[in-house]
């Protein structure tokens, strides 16, 4: 009976330990979500402001946003948020997001700025999962290869030119790594794609439901 009672005290113990595990891990998770959310509101602004900077403004670039109900061309399954640079209430540019399903090693998050002449204002990489040394130079923090889009723009409808070298367009690839590159080149032109063909909603009104938190 004493090894029945030591084992049915042991397993009370580990079901009270892992109680109180859970209970720890649900407790933490409650504390750090609003603070996670605020730190992830914060990178996403700061991305925003390094394309269109803020003396540029006089909106809230991050709230200040447009809802396009389709936007699939750019990876969105439902209806996409599109943030809108404003000066004296004119829209000057906008900031679309992109998901680019076609990655090396999964998709890659980035935002495409756009000025009101059609005029790449920049480009971010928000999230990637590419090979680190190769495929990741697409981030700003390893190489300065995506400030190349700066000042780019479609030289027509379907430009071959915009398109890894490669592929016989005029942006660079990197050594060993195409898919990457590729993918966010691609990601970009759908981009200026959908500004294209969304341009007098997005500059001059539109009837699609809109946030003006800021």
């Known amino acids: 009976m004493s090894l029945v009672s030591a084992i049915r005290t042991n397993s009370l113990g580990l079901s009270?330990?892992?109680l109180i595990t859970a209970g720890a891990i649900a407790v933490t998770q409650v504390m750090t979500r609003d603070s996670i959310a605020a730190n992830r509101e914060e990178a996403a602004a700061r991305a925003l402001y390094e394309i269109i900077p803020a003396e540029r403004i006089d909106n809230d670039l991050l709230h200040d946003t447009v809802t396009l109900p389709r936007a699939q061309?750019?990876?969105s399954e439902g209806p996409l948020?599109?943030?809108?640079a404003r000066k004296d209430d004119q829209v000057i540019g906008v900031i679309v997001p992109v998901i680019a399903a076609d990655g090396y090693t999964g998709s890659i998050e980035l935002i495409v700025g756009i000025e009101a002449d059609g005029t790449l204002a920049g480009?971010?990489?928000l999230r990637h999962q590419e090979t680190p040394g190769l495929g990741d130079k697409v981030d700003l923090k390893k190489s300065p290869w995506v400030l190349g889009f700066n000042g780019e723009r479609l030289q027509?409808?379907?430009d071959p030119g915009f398109a890894?070298?490669?592929d016989g367009g005029r942006f660079d690839q990197f050594?060993?790594?195409?898919?990457?590159?590729?993918a966010v080149v691609g990601g970009v032109k759908r981009a200026l794609q959908l500004f294209r063909d969304n341009r007098a909603h997005l500059l001059e009104g539109s009837p699609w439901e809109v946030h003006r938190n800021g």
């Open 16 to 18: 009270l330990f892992a």
């Open 73 to 75: 061309q750019v990876g």
């Open 81 to 84: 948020a599109i943030h809108l």
């Open 123 to 125: 480009v971010r990489i």
């Open 156 to 158: 027509s409808d379907d």
């Open 164 to 166: 890894v070298k490669k």
């Open 175 to 182: 050594t060993g790594a195409t898919i990457t590159p590729r």
